[in-house]
């Protein structure tokens, strides 16, 4: 029968095409090839935009700025990277003079006459942070260093009413002494001023390529870095190679202890060590995880639910991993999670409410559900290995104690919840997140307390916090620099909402010292304050903490130099990959 | 055709119409051991979805029974959830969501695509034209985008879920009527009523729509389990049902606990959606058998 | 009517219903719209930038202006670009649909033709075992849930038997190919039950006519009845069902895209949802309206050409 044929056909073209299929792709084994995966989607390559830790780790792959975090000191410590030097800065700390590098070349793009990259200058950093000021382009680091630079907010005020931006206008405090001095005049004293510099935001870009490019300059990133990507695009894939005209740049000499062999068996060689880097983007934890097993990924941090499958007990890595060659970092990461109250309902100015609802808020299960008991249990704001966190500190509001919970809050005037309305808490859309508002809300209802959950996208959760329609909501900060400041300005009253204090907790004591705090160096006294206000944040309890989160880390044997760290941008040009043992361990995979 | 013809046509069909047509097809449906097994099924769900929205049973569902991630046992048939939480009371629970997302969803979707396909493709003309500006109006825009913009609007919840499915599925239906309509007005049967001089009313409620409610019967079907199954999706978004266990924000879970080894929970909200969504299905299948005018008496 | 000055009619007519569709979009996205300030400006938005913002982005302008500039993009396809990511929306779009439609047009085809050839069969045994094992496969098929298929099929195709790319996905032909595959058979999977089921009722519909009867009784042999006959008449339905679905073939599949980096429209929609990100939003819902709109009067010419007995009014 006719039908019959066709069904034949078809079988025959499925089945070539499955046959197709099985011959899968084998690994290049004849050069160093990073393979790497990012979780979420890359915005673009401009720096000015590069404000999620993934976009930055992208932009920090091709442009460089003045100064970088050492690779291998622990605590975090700047060191310079364009700069010849850390800048000399003057007796009052307003003044930072920076010696430009020599002989750094941006890379060779069509937007340099003759397709040549020119000599960086130090013109083009003066050129990239009034960029990272205009008003027209919305820079999205300017929270950075709006109002700490002399003359650069009034530049921005003045063209956000005309058409065109004015970049030849000079800025007093903006300025390119000669081809490789600049200098900085700060309005105040910014002791944090330094980190910007180290952030992508502030790299250096051409302005050539800038204006040649336009509007699709995000797309065509040039810059002095390690390597190079000729465009970007939607792809989930993408390939940068090393960079030809890449300054001499050696593996750095200076090491915390613990770093000590990378350091040595790395010693004086040029950087970056790979040929090619290939960055996979993988949304979902599944493709992730398998694909790290399949030796598709040179590394990957282990996705929530994994960690029973890949992690003992005792923290060690499960046998059938071990055997494979892989290992395991488990490091500090520099944040803090919170469920936050709205201090302008009037319900939350109740300080007792307050005490009641953290006392009954089970961290330790938490802990346990949701991050595999590795987390820290946070006592207050400030994590662990910044100066203003007091590693012995335990706060008086922190393990869940029932009894307790109840008499504060028959005290609050809301015995077994009596007169309490349902209180909303606000989370975003992703899975955990609403298991953890579930978490949230079984441990109210222990007290007598009722929450409802409200799922949220992203920015429908800024903008009812903004708005101020929230009453409860659960959320987490992570540090743009290692200061404990970056935490504590989350609870300053003057940096109520929009700004990054959405709880709009406002106590003058606090501000006050925070105020004082913000313009000192950093010294034993500063750090003396810090802890003070750390002290205050937990037990006035403006916010119920949750905890401070571990980064478990998961390399195959052959990745050399692995470090793990919170400010990864430009880590790729420091790893290494030993072919050999690429070739033994893809055998027992 | 000649009047004689006409009229002999209209008979036989209307005789095939007449109200023996519900007893005909209720006697095959109960004979029909399938069908039956269906139907008790389906109302086994609908009883289930009554009795946990009047708090009869499953009302403890939020209670901690045990561990976090029990595997099922004797005391636990489907194990227990993160919090410790029974996973077979919570399937229970999710009933009265996905039976109410379901129900309402494909009423709301019939009711607007049975009345509009039928008055446009009977009357045709100006009425026609605009019933399809209407409803390419709302064809065109993806489903996804609209239900996106309807929790914008209504915000989150069971109600803004109905809406969104309800508005959005009713145009298939509307434009396979309308197609249907179309080809039987130019049917015999209907020209021979018009040529006997049948009023509107009566042709498409008495001639007409007999002949295309086995499409109904069956979009029914398919809309209710389509409802079902779009929850998953709504909760895989985060825009689903929030605060009440329903089988998407089970399934949703599983996405992250799959790879741990706990099945279970994918497993007790698939296997509650697998079986009334094949009830549905083969009722529907059965119904239309039965409804089917033009199958009546053959094999 | 000359089949040509019927489709300029349409096209005519199709004016009042973009029109319409872009009421609808401009009511549902920029009268009832989240702020668009937290999404550009991110967590240290100032109120002062806000406003400048707004002001950039006309939303200070009046409705009505708004509106036409909607209307604007349904014909020039400026949609400006992303909040999210400052991409030009229309260069996203053309980088997104490609990968799109390596997935969903040969899912698409594979299903529609599997499920027309295996609705034909089990109409010609209607009744009989092989018909009703069929259609309880299809439903059983159609009952479990996508995600399920999803991650098992990841699991154990692509990662335990190596027989597939776990996920990812290279542009051109024929390098995206081996990427492709197993999200393509999940897509057959997914849709071939409804498929199947629906087209059974419409060639059973079919086979109950008189005519089959009277070719029957002429000794036409059961093939050919099936084909020349059934097949045809079945083709109205099929082909309204069929086209009716191709625009959204563009938009992707949204899972599937997800999971397996496909870098498509449905990855896209996405971000864009979890990310209020409206202008792509409302620019892939503008899209599929024009891509449907063109696809509709596309199905209405088909008619006439299948039935003659629908007129060209």
């Keep these: ?589 | 055709m000649s009047v004689a013809v006409a009229e002999k046509l209209v008979s036989k069909e209307s005789h095939s119409q007449s109200k023996s047509l519900w007893n005909h097809a209720w006697e095959s449906l109960v004979s029909d051991k399938i069908a039956l097994i269906s139907m008790v099924i389906v109302s086994i769900y609908a009883i289930v979805a009554i009795l946990t929205v009047t708090g009869v049973i499953a009302a403890d569902w939020s209670q901690e029974v045990g561990a976090s991630y029990e595997a099922p046992s004797a005391a636990h048939i489907f194990g227990t959830d993160i919090f410790g939480r029974s996973v077979l009371l919570k399937t229970i629970k999710g009933t009265e969501v996905a039976m109410s997302v379901g129900f309402v969803t494909a009423i709301v979707a019939v009711v607007i695509g049975v009345a509009l396909g039928g008055v446009a493709g009977y009357f045709g003309g100006k009425v026609d034209d605009f019933i399809v500006w209407f409803y390419t109006m709302f064809s065109s825009i993806p489903n996804i985008m609209l239900l996106v913009a309807i929790t914008f609007i209504m915000g989150r919840g069971l109600v803004a879920v109905y809406m969104a499915l309800g508005l959005t599925t009713w145009v298939n239906l509307c434009r396979l009527i309308r197609a249907e309509v179309i080809r039987h007005k130019e049917r015999e049967y209907v020209q021979a009523a018009t040529a006997i001089g049948g009023g509107h009313s009566r042709k498409m409620i008495k001639h007409i729509l007999p002949n295309v409610f086995h499409i109904v019967i069956i979009q029914f079907s398919l809309l209710f389990q389509t409802a079902i199954k779009s929850e998953v999706i709504l909760s895989y978004l985060g825009l689903g049902v929030q605060g009440r266990p329903s089988w998407g924000t089970m399934i949703d879970d599983a996405k992250l606990e799959l790879a741990r080894g706990v099945w279970w929970q994918l497993a007790a909200a698939s296997l509650a959606m697998f079986v009334v969504v094949l009830a549905f299905n083969l009722l529907g299948d059965a119904l239309r058998d039965a409804l089917d005018p033009k199958l009546k008496g053959k094999s | 009517m000359n089949t040509w000055l019927y489709v300029l009619r349409k096209l005519i007519y199709t004016i009042p219903v973009l029109l319409g569709v872009c009421f609808l979009i401009f009511l549902l996205f920029n009268v009832f719209s989240p702020d668009p300030a937290s999404i550009i400006l991110g967590k240290h938005a100032t109120v002062k930038q806000i406003e400048e913002v707004r002001n950039e982005l006309g939303l200070n302008k009046p409705y009505f202006l708004q509106y036409l500039d909607i209307v604007k993009s349904a014909f020039t396809f400026d949609f400006g670009r992303s909040w999210q990511t400052k991409q030009d929306i229309w260069d996203m779009m053309k980088q997104g649909a490609v990968p799109s439609m390596t997935l969903t047009i040969p899912g698409f085809m594979i299903s529609t033709v599997f499920a027309i050839i295996i609705s034909l069969v089990v109409s010609f045994y209607r009744g009989k075992l092989l018909d009703k094992g069929t259609v309880i496969l299809c439903v059983a098929l159609m009952s479990i849930p996508s995600l399920a298929y999803i991650l098992f099929g990841q699991w154990f195709f692509a990662y335990k038997m190596s027989w597939f790319e776990i996920s990812g996905y290279e542009s051109g032909f024929p390098y995206f190919i081996p990427y492709i595959i197993l999200p393509v058979l999940i897509w057959v999977f997914l849709t071939i039950g409804p498929d199947v089921r629906f087209f059974r009722t419409i060639m059973l519909d079919e086979i109950y006519q008189d005519y089959v009867r009277t070719a029957r009784a002429k000794g036409l042999s059961e093939t050919t009845i099936l084909f020349k006959h059934v097949l045809k008449n079945a083709m109205i339905p099929i082909i309204t069902y069929v086209i009716i679905q191709l625009p959204f073939l563009i938009l992707g599949a949204l899972l599937l895209e997800s999971f397996f980096s496909i870098p498509g429209l449905g990855g896209i929609t996405i971000s864009a949802v979890y990310a209020s990100d409206l202008p792509v939003i409302k620019a892939m819902t503008v899209l599929t309206a024009v891509a449907y709109i063109i696809f509709s009067i596309i199905t209405d010419v088909l008619y006439t050409v299948v039935d003659p007995r629908v007129s060209l009014k």
């Design chain 1, 1 to 589: 029968m006719g039908k019959l044929k066709v069904f034949g056909k078809l079988t025959l073209v499925a089945s070539m095409l499955v046959s197709f299929a099985a011959c899968t792709k084998k690994q290049n084994l004849d050069e160093k090839v990073l393979n790497l995966v990012v979780a979420s989607e890359v915005k673009g390559m401009d720096p000015i935009y590069a404000n999620d830790l993934y976009s930055s780790n992208e932009v920090a792959r091709v442009y460089e700025g003045l100064l970088e975090y050492e690779y291998l000191k622990r605590p975090y410590t700047l060191a310079p990277n364009l700069a010849e030097s850390m800048p000399e800065v003057s007796a009052d700390g307003l003044t930072y003079t920076f010696k430009i590098k020599a002989g750094v070349f941006f890379q060779d793009d069509k937007a340099f006459p003759n397709g040549k990259g020119r000599e960086l200058v130090a013109e083009d950093f003066v050129y990239s942070i009034k960029r990272l000021a205009d008003p027209k382009l919305q820079g999205l680091g300017w929270w950075m260093i709006d109002g700490k630079i002399a003359g650069l907010n009034e530049w921005r005020d003045k063209y956000s009413k005309e058409d065109v931006v004015d970049y030849s206008e000079t800025i007093e405090g903006l300025k390119a002494l000669d081809r490789y001095t600049l200098q900085f005049k700060l309005s105040k004293p910014f002791p944090q001023f330094l980190y910007s510099l180290a952030m992508p935001f502030t790299f250096a870009v051409a302005k050539e390529v800038v204006e040649f490019y336009g509007k699709e300059f995000l797309n065509h990133p040039v810059g002095t870095g390690p390597f190079v990507l000729p465009v970007f695009t939607q792809e989930k894939r993408l390939t940068y190679t090393k960079n030809p005209t890449f300054r001499k740049k050696t593996f750095p000499s200076e090491h915390s202890e613990e770093f000590a062999s990378i350091a040595k068996e790395n010693a004086g060689k040029d950087l970056p060590l790979v040929e090619k880097l290939v960055v996979n983007i993988m949304k979902e934890d599944q493709p992730r995880w398998l694909n790290f097993q399949k030796g598709n990924l040179d590394f990957i941090s282990i996705p929530k639910d994994n960690f029973d499958s890949a992690v003992t007990p005792d923290n060690g890595l499960a046998d059938t991993l071990a055997k494979k060659g892989i290992s395991l970092l488990i490091s500090p990461q520099l944040d803090v999670t919170y469920v936050a109250f709205n201090h302008d309902m009037d319900l939350f100015k109740n300080k007792k409410l307050r005490q009641a609802m953290a006392l009954a808020y089970d961290s330790k299960t938490s802990n346990k559900l949701f991050y595999n008991n590795t987390a820290m249990s946070a006592q207050s704001i400030v994590p662990p290995g910044i100066a203003g966190n007091m590693p012995n500190y335990v706060s008086p509001f922190r393990e869940r104690d029932l009894e307790k919970a109840k008499s504060l809050l028959a005290e609050a005037g809301f015995a077994d919840g009596k007169g309490l309305p349902e209180i909303t808490y606000d989370c975003p859309n992703s899975t955990v997140s609403r298991q953890q508002g579930e978490f949230f809300m079984k441990n109210m209802a222990d007290i007598g307390i009722k929450v409802k959950v409200i799922q949220n996208t992203w920015p429908e959760l800024q903008k009812k916090i903004d708005k101020r329609q929230v009453q409860m909501w659960g959320i987490a900060w992570g540090a743009d620099y290692p200061d404990a400041e970056n935490f504590l300005q989350l609870l300053y009253g003057p940096n109520r909402s929009p700004g990054a204090n959405g709880s709009g907790f406002n106590n003058p004591q606090f501000n006050e010292l925070f105020k004082k705090a913000s313009l000192m160096q950093d010294t034993p006294e500063r750090t003396a304050i810090y802890e003070k206000l750390n002290r205050m944040a937990s037990e006035e309890v403006p916010i119920i903490y949750g905890v401070h989160r571990q980064k478990y880390t998961m390399k195959h044997g052959w990745l050399k130099n692995y470090v793990s760290t919170d400010f990864d941008a430009g880590q790729a040009m420091y790893l290494d990959v030993d072919l050999t043992k690429k070739a033994e361990d893809l055998d027992k995979l």
